[in-house]
């Protein structure tokens, strides 16, 4: 069975760090894209970052670059997005996907919650 659980969100202070885990069973991270999506409440969801399959490379929404860092773990099938300096705004709901390419995504994760307040 296909499944991606991401985990790692919890309450962080303004400033503060997270590291979030998509770890994938069922199937090979490595074979895969790999992307981070957020949604706040009353918001769209967005795109955060992702993290190609072929040659490794990322991307991240302007709103977090410089501040946050995806990245594979192939032996232990686990994606991560390190977090650091976060603000109130991005909290939310984090989800990671996996697709062949990072503008189309197949498999979804159930998300973890990212709050961030003082």
């Known amino acids: 069975q296909v499944q991606l659980v991401a985990s790692g969100g919890g309450l962080v202070q303004p400033g503060g760090s997270l590291r979030l885990s998509c770890a994938a069973s069922?199937?090979?991270?490595?074979?895969?894209?790999i992307g981070w999506f957020r949604q706040a409440p009353g918001k769209e969801r967005e795109g955060v970052s992702c993290i190609s399959s072929n040659d490794g490379s990322t991307t991240y929404a302007d709103s977090v670059k410089g501040r946050f860092a995806i990245s594979r773990d192939n032996a232990k099938n686990t994606v991560y997005l390190q977090m650091n300096s976060l603000k109130p705004e991005d909290t939310a709901v984090y989800y990671c996907?996996?697709?062949?390419?990072?503008?189309?995504?197949?498999?979804w994760g159930q998300g973890t919650q990212v709050t961030v307040s003082s």
């Open positions: 069922g199937f090979t991270l490595d074979n895969y894209a």
């Open positions: 996907a996996a697709g062949r390419i990072c503008s189309s995504f197949r498999y």
